[in-house]
Every structure is written in structure tokens, then in C-alpha cells.
């Protein structure tokens, strides 16, 4: 796809729990922020969107593993040298240009304990924990999507 579709994402696991960051490269453009609407360059690219999925996608394959709910709250950041302005945030989807990430994680406070952090950032980095993810569509894809890489 173009760069619009340019996406990448990891999951940042610690004392504030489980974090799905959508990282989005903005290059020298600006961002225009109004709830779920992310205009840049005349488009808007589905990124709260996006990124609730993905964190939805995550909550549930971590849930299964450990077999309790486990929450995981989308981020979406932003790099690249271009203004972001907001005129309203959207509703349970964190935004952040990616050098305040690290401080965002860090205002989280303590969630969860070093002990479950650890669990789950062990539980997140085992493959098997995503298989079923992509049980049922060939090549990685899932309903809806545009054929990407795997992630």
C-alpha cells in the first residue's frame, strides 16, 4: 500500500499494564486530531480504528492464554517532525507523539504487579499466543483487512 497504510505496532507491557501502541510515521505532515477523525493530507486513515482493533485483537488472545481478562488500552503515536493538533481526543484510545510515549507509560502508575507484568510480557512474546489469531484466514489476513505483512 501507500504510506497511508504504513503502519507498525508492539505491545508495551509493564506496571500500567498492557499497552497496544500504534506507532503511525506522520513524516513532515501535520495531524489534525477531532475524536475518532485523524486527518492528514486531505485523508483520513482509519487509525483510532485501527487501533482499537488491534488492541481488542490483543486483549482477547492474552485473555485466552491466561484464561482471566486481560485488559490491554490502545495507544496511538505518532512520528515524525509535523504538528499534531487536537480539537477532542477520542473516547479509550490514548494519543502521544512518540517521544512522550515512554512518559505516558510512566504516568500509568502501578496496575499491575512487577510479578503479573512479567507473566504477561512472557505470555505476549510466545508465539502460540497468537495462533489463533489467524486460525481462520490464509496468509495472516483477517476479515476485513487489506492483505498486509504479518506483523
Known amino acids: 500500500g501507500d504510506r497511508m497504510d504504513q503502519r507498525t505496532g508492539f505491545l508495551a507491557v509493564g ?5 497496544a501502541v500504534t506507532v503511525f510515521d506522520q513524516g513532515r505532515h501535520r495531524v ?9 493530507q486531505g485523508r483520513r486513515p482509519p487509525l483510532v480504528a485501527n487501533a ?3 488492541a481488542r485483537r490483543a486483549s482477547a488472545a492474552l485473555s485466552a492464554a491466561v ?8 495507544i496511538l503515536t505518532f512520528v515524525g517532525s509535523g ?6 481526543l477520542p473516547d479509550g484510545c490514548l494519543v502521544v507523539n512518540y517521544r512522550e510515549l ?3 507509560l510512566a504516568a500509568a502508575g502501578e496496575k499491575i504487579s512487577a510479578t503479573t507484568a512479567r507473566k ?7 508465539p502460540a499466543t497468537w495462533a489463533d489469531q489467524y486460525r481462520w484466514y490464509p496468509d495472516g ?3 476485513g483487512d487489506k492483505p498486509t505483512t504479518r506483523r
Open 83 to 88: 504538528s499534531i493538533s487536537a480539537q477532542g
Open 102 to 104: 515512554d512518559h505516558l
Open 15 to 19: 506496571p500500567g499494564g498492557v499497552y
Open 32 to 40: 489534525m486530531l477531532a475524536g475518532d477523525v485523524v486527518q492528514i
Open 52 to 54: 482499537r482493533r488491534d
Open 67 to 74: 484464561g482471566t481478562r486481560v485488559p490491554v488500552v490502545p
Open 141 to 143: 489476513q483477517t476479515a
Open 120 to 126: 504477561l510480557a512472557e505470555v505476549a512474546s510466545h
